[in-house]
């Protein structure tokens, strides 16, 4: 492949980041074009670089082919000419190979979620993802079959959607497939799309966030999944107009409003939860707000929001000279699940959504408006997001672990570093691979005889109510709770600044430590400790550092290589003390900021009994009872 150049940036049409509808085009173009210069015969068997999980290498292809599918929609349904033409002509030709039950590239189907599982369930996604990108690409791809071929794909499709699944977002694939079906009259008997989609309605939680299947299981998943298949599945079902459609309409509208607050000016977004290698499959929700006419940003916004992403990882070399790999801007496969294969990055494309609208929509001819991140409180979902003067976003995160079913259910403990922390960013990633073993970064640990640091784990209770978020939980390692220990951690936000307060309730003494943010880069942190304070700085000024106020005995570093999704060197500031038998009160000041920044005289501390009242240098006053906050006493 020759070099990849842009279009010129357009400034007066897109002052915020230069790009138009253009630079979507050409993107969207090279992403595809590093699926088929790997291309099979036929298609449906392509092979791209990279590992191949347990399910083996067809369904790997299975899944390549699926899931760039998702931005091939939208790009042949919004564009025309040879470049269009081509792709469709691909597509179509990959999309008949894998669905012919006797052709040399035929894709396995899927066996139901039930145990014993039988086979493989994962091209149930897949057959949501064709599904979602046959409905957007309708009058060119499926119109173009003949009717042999309609009936061909549409029994795939139907295999999948009367298949059982696991009681989460993957309610929603064979309500994909049903779906699809029903828009072009196909037999649908023996599907429940209408409970499924029942089920992930009752799911909400507020200002459009759904808890993902059980309890505290809030992420990305809203974003790339949750909301682009239930706009899917009203408008193939004809039923926007309904009760539910214009029910979710308005959660979509909500969405696309706290979405936007949790990205960065430049561009950067909110890195938490599982399956990040997905990263611009965040921005389908957008879309779906835009094409269902239900956005709160304006045309401007959303165009200045959804550009910004994308150049973002562009710029890094996302997809520029090879497929998408397992990774953020860079390679880093302990980002990924042990699910995710080759294929597995391109449901960034489901994040190409906006080029389904015409040149002449407004989202692509009005003048770029940059959207300014608003700070909110998300109760329900028990998340603070703070935007800091300096362009960083946090998040305080006291509501999601995603326990109830463990992102790798063969782990001893169910939590992931990409819940279990205490705080999240768009400009920092949780330790992962050995800094995760470690579990230092964002956390408060008790270290156990063994030498080795607690594991947060299931929370047993949380609540967030404006600058204050809380919650508890019963330290463990290996499945096997600390005895006599039950561990209170509150978050109490003041703009750019954060104090995290822990109530340690134990019958013996335990050694504990508590890590702030971590920081990467291509070249090893620089980092200070001394008495009671430690900072880590990388070669653009990141800053994290810790001060602690209360409980706190000493500071140090901890250094790590190959931890962290943002660069291959990382290091974090900690804390340590001790806690004795009964009540012990730990209070630490946590900053995150784009510079170093002087931190004295930012806050002072007082701690009676086991209420912490915190006086802030900007005149603020917080004070917060760790033994009732969370169980307040109600009166008589």
Same mark, same amino acid.
């Given at each position: !492949?020759?070099?990849?150049?842009?279009?010129?940036?357009?400034?007066?049409?897109?002052?915020?980041?230069?790009?138009?509808?253009?630079?979507? *085009?050409?993107?969207?173009?090279?992403?595809?074009?590093?699926?088929?210069?790997?291309?099979?015969?036929?298609?449906?068997?392509?092979?791209?670089?990279?590992?191949?999980?347990?399910?083996?290498?067809?369904?790997?292809?299975?899944?390549? *082919?699926?899931?760039?599918?998702?931005?091939?929609?939208?790009?042949?349904?919004?564009?025309?000419?040879?470049?269009?033409?081509?792709?469709?002509? $691909?597509?179509?030709?990959?999309?008949?190979?894998?669905?012919?039950?006797?052709?040399?590239?035929?894709?396995?189907?899927?066996?139901?979620?039930?145990?014993?599982?039988?086979?493989?369930?994962?091209?149930?996604?897949?057959?949501?993802?064709? &599904?979602?990108?046959?409905? *957007?690409?309708?009058?060119?791809?499926?119109?173009?079959?003949?009717?042999?071929?309609?009936?061909?794909?549409?029994?795939?499709?139907?295999?999948?959607?009367?298949?059982? %699944?696991?009681?989460?977002?993957?309610? /929603?694939?064979?309500?994909?497939?049903?779906?699809?079906?029903?828009?072009?009259?196909?037999?649908?008997?023996?599907?429940?799309?209408?409970?499924?989609?029942?089920?992930?309605?009752?799911?909400?939680?507020?200002?459009?966030? @759904?808890?993902?299947?059980?309890?505290?299981?809030?992420?990305?998943?809203?974003?790339?999944?949750?909301?682009? @298949?239930?706009?899917?599945? @009203?408008? !193939?079902?004809?039923?926007?107009?309904?009760?539910?459609?214009?029910?979710?309409?308005?959660? /979509?509208?909500?969405?696309?409003?706290?979405?936007?607050?949790?990205?960065?000016?430049?561009?950067?977004?909110?890195?938490?939860?599982? #399956?990040?290698? @997905?990263? +611009?499959?965040?921005?389908?929700?957008?879309?779906?707000?835009?094409? =269902?006419?239900?956005?709160?940003?304006?045309?401007?916004?959303?165009?200045?929001?959804?550009?910004?992403?994308?150049?973002?990882?562009?710029?890094?070399?996302?997809?520029?000279?090879?497929?998408?790999?397992?990774?953020?801007?860079?390679?880093?496969?302990?980002?990924?699940?042990?699910?995710?294969?080759?294929?597995?990055?391109?449901?960034?494309?489901?994040?190409?959504?906006?080029?389904? /609208?015409?040149?002449?929509?407004? %989202? $692509?001819?009005?003048?770029?408006?940059?959207?300014?991140?608003?700070?909110?409180?998300?109760?329900?979902?028990?998340?603070?997001?703070?935007?800091?003067?300096?362009?960083?976003?946090?998040?305080?995160?006291?509501?999601?672990?995603?326990?109830?079913?463990?992102?790798?259910? +063969?782990?001893?403990?169910?939590?992931?570093?990409?819940?279990?922390?205490?705080?999240?960013?768009?400009?920092?990633?949780?330790?992962?691979?050995?800094?995760?073993?470690?579990?230092?970064?964002?956390?408060?640990?008790?270290?156990?005889?063994?030498?080795?640091? #607690?594991?947060?784990?299931?929370?047993? &209770? !949380?609540?967030?109510?404006?600058?204050?978020?809380?919650? =508890?939980?019963?330290?463990?390692?290996?499945?096997?709770?600390?005895?006599?220990?039950? %561990?209170?951690?509150?978050?109490?936000?003041?703009?750019?600044?954060?104090?995290?307060?822990?109530?340690?309730?134990?019958?013996? &003494?335990?050694?504990?430590?508590?890590?702030?943010?971590?920081?990467?880069?291509?070249?090893?942190?620089?980092?200070? #400790?001394?008495?009671?304070?430690?900072?880590?700085?990388?070669?653009?000024?990141?800053?994290?550092? *810790?001060?602690?106020? &209360?409980?706190?005995?000493?500071?140090?570093?901890?250094?790590?290589?190959?931890?962290?999704?943002?660069?291959?060197?990382?290091?974090?500031?900690?804390?340590?003390?001790? %806690?004795?038998?009964?009540?012990?009160?730990?209070?630490?000041?946590?900053?995150?900021?784009?510079?170093?920044?002087?931190?004295?005289?930012?806050?002072?501390?007082?701690?009676?009994?086991? +209420?912490?009242?915190?006086?802030?240098?900007?005149?603020?006053?917080?004070?917060?009872?760790?033994? +009732?906050?969370? $169980?307040?006493?109600?009166?008589?």
């Amino acid at each position: !492949m020759g070099p990849f150049v842009l279009p010129p940036d357009d400034r007066a049409l897109s002052p915020v980041t230069g790009w138009t509808r253009d630079h979507w *085009v050409a993107t969207g173009h090279r992403w595809l074009d590093q699926v088929r210069r790997f291309s099979s015969p036929l298609g449906a068997a392509t092979r791209l670089p990279g590992r191949v999980t347990g399910d083996g290498a067809r369904r790997e292809s299975m899944e390549a *082919v699926g899931r760039s599918f998702l931005l091939a929609a939208p790009l042949v349904a919004g564009t025309s000419g040879p470049r269009s033409d081509d792709v469709l002509e $691909w597509y179509a030709r990959a999309l008949l190979a894998g669905t012919d039950p006797d052709g040399p590239e035929a894709w396995p189907l899927g066996v139901t979620c039930r145990a014993p599982i039988t086979g493989v369930t994962n091209n149930i996604v897949e057959a949501a993802n064709l &599904a979602f990108g046959l409905h *957007v690409s309708r009058d060119r791809l499926w119109a173009g079959l003949t009717r042999p071929e309609q009936r061909q794909v549409a029994a795939w499709l139907r295999h999948h959607a009367r298949l059982e %699944v696991w009681h989460n977002n993957w309610q /929603l694939f064979p309500a994909m497939a049903e779906g699809f079906l029903r828009s072009v009259g196909e037999d649908t008997s023996g599907c429940t799309g209408e409970r499924n989609v029942a089920r992930v309605e009752s799911w909400y939680l507020e200002q459009g966030w @759904y808890t993902d299947g059980p309890e505290h299981a809030i992420d990305h998943y809203n974003a790339w999944a949750i909301h682009p @298949y239930l706009w899917a599945w @009203y408008e !193939m079902t004809g039923r926007t107009d309904a009760p539910e459609g214009r029910r979710h309409r308005e959660r /979509l509208h909500a969405f696309s409003a706290s979405f936007a607050d949790l990205v960065a000016p430049d561009g950067s977004l909110l890195h938490v939860g599982r #399956s990040l290698t @997905y990263r +611009t499959a965040a921005l389908a929700a957008v879309w779906c707000a835009e094409l =269902a006419g239900a956005s709160a940003l304006t045309p401007g916004q959303t165009r200045a929001l959804t550009s910004g992403v994308l150049r973002r990882f562009v710029d890094d070399g996302v997809g520029v000279d090879a497929p998408l790999d397992l990774g953020w801007r860079r390679p880093h496969e302990p980002i990924a699940q042990t699910y995710s294969g080759f294929g597995s990055s391109y449901l960034a494309g489901i994040g190409f959504l906006g080029l389904a /609208l015409p040149d002449e929509a407004p %989202v $692509w001819t009005d003048r770029e408006e940059p959207h300014a991140p608003r700070p909110r409180t998300i109760a329900a979902a028990g998340w603070i997001v703070r935007p800091q003067s300096d362009g960083i976003v946090r998040l305080v995160n006291h509501g999601s672990d995603h326990c109830e079913i463990p992102v790798e259910p +063969t782990r001893p403990d169910p939590d992931d570093p990409h819940y279990a922390k205490l705080g999240y960013s768009t400009h920092t990633a949780p330790g992962t691979g050995p800094a995760w073993d470690e579990g230092v970064d964002g956390h408060l640990a008790l270290v156990g005889d063994d030498g080795r640091a #607690s594991r947060r784990g299931v929370l047993r &209770a !949380m609540r967030a109510e404006g600058p204050v978020a809380a919650s =508890a939980h019963v330290p463990q390692r290996d499945g096997v709770p600390f005895p006599g220990v039950t %561990v209170v951690s509150a978050t109490i936000v003041e703009g750019d600044l954060e104090l995290r307060a822990h109530l340690v309730r134990s019958d013996r &003494a335990w050694p504990v430590r508590e890590g702030g943010w971590q920081v990467a880069g291509d070249t090893a942190p620089r980092g200070t #400790s001394a008495g009671l304070a430690a900072a880590v700085t990388n070669a653009d000024g990141l800053t994290g550092a *810790v001060v602690g106020l &209360a409980g706190w005995a000493s500071s140090s570093l901890v250094a790590s290589t190959g931890s962290d999704a943002f660069g291959p060197a990382s290091a974090v500031p900690v804390l340590h003390g001790s %806690v004795g038998a009964g009540d012990t009160v730990l209070v630490s000041l946590h900053a995150l900021s784009a510079r170093p920044r002087p931190l004295e005289g930012a806050v002072t501390v007082a701690v009676s009994g086991t +209420t912490v009242t915190a006086r802030w240098g900007t005149g603020a006053e917080q004070e917060v009872d760790l033994a +009732t906050w969370l $169980w307040p006493v109600l009166p008589a």
